[in-house]
Structure formats: structure tokens, C-alpha cells
């Protein structure tokens, strides 16, 4: 160990040279660091605050961005909204008109069995009618050769047939007349 004392030596031994104050160290670190921030203003700070800057507009054009898309995702939103409420409302009339078809249907089939029932009842009276005619003048002409064949018995004299007949349906006409005026009030 022969040549260059050591520092440990020098201050007194125990490595206090590292902590205790030195004003010429202080004043070249101080030195040093002054030329380096002013280098580093210079060169990289304009740069990474620009790049900074930079990053902040980006950001705030994307919370912007961000803002604006969701507007719109809102504004469409409320248009669907407003469409579907719309078909809602579409579908309601629809099914409304289609209840007021169904009842408006309803009711010209019902009308149109009402006549054909009165028609079909009409008809039936009709032929009613004409069945009780008919069967009115059968039993009229059965009536009548009943009548002549008794009135021939009782009165036991030889009327010819035509004159029989006359007094008969005569004598029937009579009848039916008083029966019409007998029938008439009710």
C-alpha cells in the first residue's frame, strides 16, 4: 500500500467525505446541472412538451369525439324509439280497422240471412197459400159430388148432374161468404 493515500485515510477514516459538505463539488453539480437543464430545455423539452401537448388535444379531441358519437347514438336512439312507437300506433289503428271490417261484415251477413230468411219465409206463406187453395177447391169439388150424391138420396129425384152442381156450389159460395165475414173481425 505504498503509493496514493486512500480517501479513508485522509479524512480521518470512516467514509465521511461522501456526506460532509464540499463547496466545490456543490458548486460544479450545481454548475453542471444548470447547463444540463438548459441543454435539455434547448433539445428535449420543447419536444416533450409538444409531444405532451400534443397527447393532451388528442385525448380531448377523443372525449369529444366520444361526446358527439354518443349524441348521435342518442339522437338515433330516440328516433327508433319514435318509430317504433309509431308502428305501435300504426298496428292499433290497423287492428282496429280490421275489428270495425270484421264487425261491418258481420253485420251485412247478418242483414243479408234476415232477408233471405224473410224471403224464404215469403215464399213459404206463398206457398202455403196456394197449397191451401188448392187443397180448398179439392175439397170443394169433393164437397160438392158429397152433397149432390146425399141431396140425390134424400130428395130421391132425378136432378141432372149440372144443376145439382149449381145448387151445390151456389149453396158453398154462400157458405164461404158467411165464413169470410165470420173470420174477418179477428
Not at 58 to 64: A, C, L, Y
Request: net charge negative; no cysteine; aromatic share 4%.
Amino acid at each position: 500500500m505504498g503509493g496514493a493515500p486512500s480517501l479513508l485515510a485522509a479524512d480521518g477514516g470512516g467514509g465521511s467525505a461522501l456526506i460532509s459538505p464540499n463547496l466545490g463539488t456543490i458548486f460544479w453539480t450545481v454548475v453542471t446541472f444548470v447547463i444540463f437543464a438548459f441543454i435539455l430545455s434547448r433539445v428535449a423539452w420543447k419536444p416533450l412538451i409538444g409531444a405532451l401537448d400534443s397527447r393532451e388535444q388528442s385525448i380531448r379531441d377523443s372525449i369529444d369525439g366520444a361526446k358527439n358519437d354518443r349524441e348521435e347514438a342518442e339522437k338515433v336512439l330516440a328516433e327508433h324509439k319514435q318509430l317504433v312507437a309509431e308502428a305501435h300506433r300504426e298496428r292499433a289503428a290497423a287492428v282496429a280497422a280490421g275489428q270495425e271490417d270484421a264487425e261491418r261484415l258481420k253485420a251485412e251477413i247478418l242483414e243479408e240471412a234476415r232477408k233471405q230468411r224473410e224471403h224464404m219465409l215469403a215464399q213459404t206463406e206463398t206457398q202455403m197459400a196456394s197449397a191451401l187453395q188448392q187443397a180448398k177447391a179439392e175439397l170443394r169439388g169433393v164437397a160438392v159430388d158429397l152433397a149432390i150424391q146425399a141431396a140425390g138420396k134424400l130428395l130421391d129425384k132425378n136432378l141432372d148432374d149440372a144443376t145439382q152442381r149449381q145448387l151445390v156450389e151456389r149453396h158453398l159460395a154462400d157458405l164461404e161468404k158467411s165464413g169470410d165475414a165470420g173470420s174477418a173481425p179477428s
